[in-house]
């Protein structure tokens, strides 16, 4: 069964000891002006998966960050949240990784759930592929095996 949140109140998200994010709920609307970002737009046809992951991360991470806590400069100042800032901690890869899992892996669960579940068009076998073929096909056995010894 789905579960429906409808609350659209920001959560918090723990992405290291002392480090927080109060995040927009991922949805749809969100997805999809992240993946209309000029930074994704812009990236080469060849790029690596690693860097459209780090690009898209940034991307969500500008629009769906709306508070930080524990973020604070070289001196041990406190940072106002921007853009900027969004994207230099999400440089920081166990940043990288929670946020990853913490935010965007919850939606793409649900996803996979999906697609396991999803029903096969006529029956259970539709959508099995053979996983061996013979070259010619199989003689019957000259004669019965053999059981087999008891230790």
């Not at 429906?4 to 918090?12: A, F, I, K, M, V």
């Not at 927080?20 to 812009?42: F, G, H, K």
């Not at 973020?71 to 800032?85: A, K, Q």
């Amino acid at each position: 069964m789905l579960k429906l949140d409808l609350s659209t109140d920001p959560r918090w998200l723990d992405l290291a000891p002392g480090v927080r994010v109060r995040l927009l709920p991922l949805t749809t609307a969100l997805m999809v002006t992240t993946r209309n970002d000029p930074s994704i737009e812009a990236l080469p046809e060849d790029a690596s998966n690693e860097d459209r992951a780090l690009v898209f991360a940034k991307a969500l991470g500008r629009r769906a960050v709306v508070e930080w806590e524990g973020v604070g400069d070289m001196d041990g100042n406190v940072l106002d949240l921007t853009p900027e800032g969004v994207d230099a901690l999400l440089d920081i890869y166990p940043i990288f990784e929670a946020f990853q899992a913490g935010y965007v892996a919850k939606a793409l669960v649900l996803d996979q759930e999906k697609n396991v579940s999803a029903p096969l068009p006529t029956g259970t076998s539709a959508g099995a592929i053979a996983t061996a073929r013979l070259a010619k096909p199989s003689r019957p056995a000259k004669s019965r095996a053999r059981t087999a010894r008891k230790k």
